[in-house]
């Protein structure tokens, strides 16, 4: 096995959040850029939805994936310790888990 680097494709980031303006409705937008990455509904109204709140919430979490996909290779880097060969500590292996399942590989 040898040491891990990030594989996903994904939109190039950064990813930023945008709020937009409304009443007891009011969507946060995950940007890249110009382009839309995702959208977060927020309706006070409904309570089958995220409140405005957890919406704002969520768009932040979504918008950092970018930078932590990147955290996770680093780590998996910093943990192999200049070795060729992958750590097998049980971190790394959950770290490993999570880029598999970001890749569309087996959960
Ligand atoms: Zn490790």
Redesign the pocket.
């Known amino acids: 096995m040898s040491t891990e680097t990030t594989r996903a494709q994904h939109t190039q980031g950064p990813w930023t959040v945008t709020f937009v303006k409304g009443s007891y409705q009011r969507p946060a937008l995950v940007m890249a850029g110009h382009k839309l990455v995702a959208e977060c509904p927020g309706d006070q109204l409904q309570p089958q939805q995220p409140s405005i709140g957890e919406a704002e919430d969520n768009a932040r979490l979504i918008a950092e994936a970018p930078a932590m996909l990147a955290e996770l290779g680093e780590m998996l880097k910093e943990?192999a310790w200049g070795r060729t060969v992958a750590?097998d500590?049980i971190?790394?292996e959950r770290r490993r888990a999570i880029l598999a399942r970001i890749e569309g590989g087996a959960a």
């Open positions: 943990h750590c500590c971190a790394c």
